[in-house]
């Protein structure tokens, strides 16, 4: 890049907390074809100022050296698609958070300057690709979520496929009689929506369904996916633009909770058990058929239970509502008690909770159910309830508040059955062979339980967590999977009643719809949304180490025969997890690579040891870090000027050279901060920061063998929130540097 322009805003204080002569005066590396400042850049004569520089002088780069580029960006937006911006933080990273006018302040404001100069002297404007989009929406799962999301998707304006594996549409809940109310007032039962909702999708002209089906294969990536589906009439082949996942929950399997007696007394059911009966217009024990005097409803069964389901199911207290409500409706003569640990009921339930509660012969206690006995007539024994400790009810019936577990696939046993048998086919020894063949004999039960059997390298159905549901950002883009283009929807994403599901279904529509435009246009979703840049690999110098085809969170690159990675473009989240997995350092986008990262660091000045003035990098994540950093500016704290900050997409984009380069060049220390991972904070690209954590053990290996002490490089997870926490880490950082003193490699 020749021609580049360098444009400094003066207000927000930066003019009189820094020489901007000598800011101007220290972009010498390229030199600029234009300087210029404005009092400010962000007002429409500040960037009309720019633009017609840009045009005067064929600017091929641009330097904005004013706020965050987190701030402004409409304001500060170019609009010049041949002309690449670099934002150049002086007021977060230097005005608002260190001393006016004094050596060190401005001496950071010229690094950042130039650091910036050096980065965009090495990128390259993005090139969408321009490939056909397919506008129609698969979803699979014909229940409440997928049901709305069909209708969602349609009223949209995209045909849409529904896929239903059984032989009518309406999941688990096609047969209820009544819904828990969700009009005012909110305290009576409602007849059942649902045949009305099938009766819609059935007549929407623009949704097929396919009933009795599953799906057989899935190839592509958004907005060209190619799909196969089994029908009792053959094979029906499609394309789709986006697909939605939404193939439920099922009850959890009551014969495992032994203390309760279900399996061993007939008159032990379940609440999906009652549920049966009560469509039918029904009620009697199985035992005898007679209608129970007492029905004594357990909630929580096998739920919030580290034995058993961890997690609260989220439907079952408006499920027990529900069922009390319809047996008082239609046997008034019949007493219901119903034992809790907590009565969950949100929002408008509260309502009908209170409605129940007021019902002759309703009971509800607190308490811990120890064991039930009896097999005719039953007796519950209750520990540390209202009603006193080791008390007990007597019951005709008692009917267990199972929870829901997700119909998912177990997405990483399934991968690695079909990795197993892979290896076993292709084994180099009868010794890899044979150990292949055990695992593929430990898993065979999954064989056949695929759901949307995808072409991918990383495995055909979605990543699942620890309980089945699928993995995604939870707290920031829920509906996002680790397979880009395809969205989770209803209670196999989350435990969640009707209510719940039936928005939900509707929010994945919404997502699908967004992804099919944006792959239109070439560009990125969450969190890098409209982003059009892909990574570029120059495959003469891959050595099919199958790093990045293995560490991509999102199932990005499948391989061919020879193990060389095949891009797909609309899979990527533009993380650069990849560039950074690449030990070879052969994948890089256009504004964003190995090379102009590394420019960047390498344009620090370093001072030597006796002007005792250390060079600390912090390679910030822009997700959680960077906002923390500039929260904490806005706050006006202020931390360590020996501070630059370069700006990570995620911290497991960090290629291993930048840290090598850092410390070669006497740089005294590196710290690195991304967002927290784990099952309470989560990456925003999955696995970023915990790739990021473990590139980095084997980088204090080798520093160690450099006489470099290890703890000039350090990792932190940070959350967004955590603003007043991240000036004191580097405060911290930098008082640990001048205690070890200066780097051995300075001067160098």
């Not at 929130?721 to 004191?728: A, F, H, K, T, Y």
Request: hydrophobic share 35%; proline share 6%.
């Amino acid at each position: 890049m020749e021609r580049l322009g360098v444009f400094t805003c003066t207000g927000c204080g930066i003019g009189e907390a820094l020489d901007i002569e000598a800011l101007n005066a220290a972009a010498e590396d390229p030199k600029p074809t234009c300087a210029a400042t404005h009092p400010c850049l962000c007002a429409p004569e500040g960037m009309d100022s720019v633009r017609k520089a840009v045009d005067e002088e064929k600017l091929e780069g641009v330097i904005l050296a004013a706020c965050s580029p987190r701030a402004k960006q409409q304001e500060l937006q170019l609009d010049r698609a041949a002309t690449m911006v670099e934002r150049v933080s002086l007021r977060e990273q230097v005005v608002w958070s260190h001393p006016p006018n004094e050596e060190d302040t401005q001496m950071l404001a010229e690094d950042l300057l130039q650091m910036g100069m050096a980065k965009v002297t090495r990128a390259k404007p993005a090139t969408p690709t321009a490939e056909p989009v397919e506008t129609g929406v698969l979803v699979v799962g014909g229940g409440v979520a997928g049901l709305e999301a069909a209708r969602g998707a349609s009223g949209l304006g995209h045909p849409v496929v529904l896929v239903e594996k059984e032989d009518a549409l309406g999941g688990r809940t096609k047969d209820l009689r009544y819904q828990t109310p969700s009009r005012p007032p909110y305290d009576t039962l409602v007849p059942s929506g649902l045949p009305d909702l099938v009766a819609a999708v059935e007549e929407d002209s623009q949704i097929k369904v396919l009933t009795q089906a599953r799906v057989k294969a899935i190839k592509g990536q958004p907005g060209q996916f190619s799909v196969e589906v089994e029908t009792p009439s053959g094979v029906e082949s499609f394309k789709s633009g986006a697909i939605v996942q939404a193939t439920g929950a099922r009850p959890y399997d009551a014969t495992k909770l032994g203390h309760l007696d279900y399996g061993s007394s007939s008159n032990v059911i379940t609440s999906h058990e009652l549920e049966a009966m009560l469509s039918r217009g029904e009620l009697g024990r199985p035992s005898d058929g007679k209608v129970p005097g007492r029905v004594v409803f357990i909630q929580c069964a096998g739920s919030r239970d580290s034995e058993h389901l961890a997690y609260c199911s989220s439907e079952c207290c408006g499920v027990t509502l529900r069922q009390m409500a319809a047996i008082h409706k239609d046997h008034s003569e019949v007493e219901t008690a119903t034992i809790y640990k907590d009565m969950r009921t949100g929002g408008q339930l509260e309502r009908f909770y209170q409605a129940v509660q007021t019902q002759p012969g309703s009971l509800f206690t607190r308490g811990e159910v120890s064991a039930v006995e009896g097999n005719g007539s039953l007796r519950v024994h209750l520990k540390e309830s209202l009603l006193g400790d080791d008390v007990s009810l007597d019951a005709d019936l008692v009917v267990l508040a199972v929870g829901m577990v997700p119909n998912s696939a177990d997405g990483e046993a399934i991968r690695t059955l079909h990795d197993a048998r892979k290896r076993a086919e292709k084994g180099d020894s009868e010794i890899q062979k044979t150990e292949a063949l055990k695992v593929v004999d430990e898993l065979k039960h999954h064989e056949g339980t695929e759901i949307l059997n995808l072409d991918y390298r990383q495995g055909p159905d979605l990543p699942v967590l620890r309980y089945g549901f699928p993995d995604s950002h939870f707290i920031c883009f829920p509906y996002e999977t680790r397979r880009t283009g395809i969205y989770a929807a209803g209670t196999l994403r989350t435990p969640m009643d009707g209510a719940q599901a039936s928005e939900d279904g509707w929010g994945a529509a919404m997502k699908a719809a967004q992804c099919i435009e944006e792959a239109r246009h070439g560009e990125a979703v969450h969190p890098r949304s409209g982003d059009q840049g892909v990574p570029d690999f120059f495959l003469q110098r891959c050595t099919q180490c199958k790093r990045c085809t293995e560490e991509c969170p999102f199932g990005t690159l499948n391989e061919d025969e020879k193990g060389t990675p095949e891009l797909n473009a609309s899979r990527c989240r533009r993380c650069g997890i990849c560039m950074g997995a690449c030990p070879e350092r052969i994948i890089n986008f256009p504004d964003y690579s190995v090379d102009a990262t590394a420019a960047a660091i390498k344009a620090m000045s370093v001072p030597d040891e006796f002007d005792e003035k250390p060079r600390i990098l912090a390679l910030l994540c822009e997700n959680d870090a960077l906002p923390a950093l500039d929260a904490a500016a806005l706050g006006r704290t202020q931390w360590n000027p020996w501070v630059r900050v370069v700006p990570l997409r995620c911290l497991g984009s960090m290629n291993l050279v930048w840290i090598a380069d850092a410390l070669s060049r006497g740089i005294d220390g590196v710290i690195l901060i991304g967002c927290k991972h784990g099952d309470d904070y989560q990456c925003h690209y999955v696995k970023g920061s915990e790739l990021a954590n473990t590139r980095l053990e084997n980088l204090q290996e080798t520093l160690t063998r450099l006489a470099v002490e290890p703890e000039r490089v350090k990792v932190v997870e940070l959350a967004h929130d955590e603003s007043d926490r991240i000036p004191q880490l580097l405060d911290e950082f930098a008082d640990e540097l001048e205690e070890m003193g200066a780097s051995p490699l300075k001067g160098f």
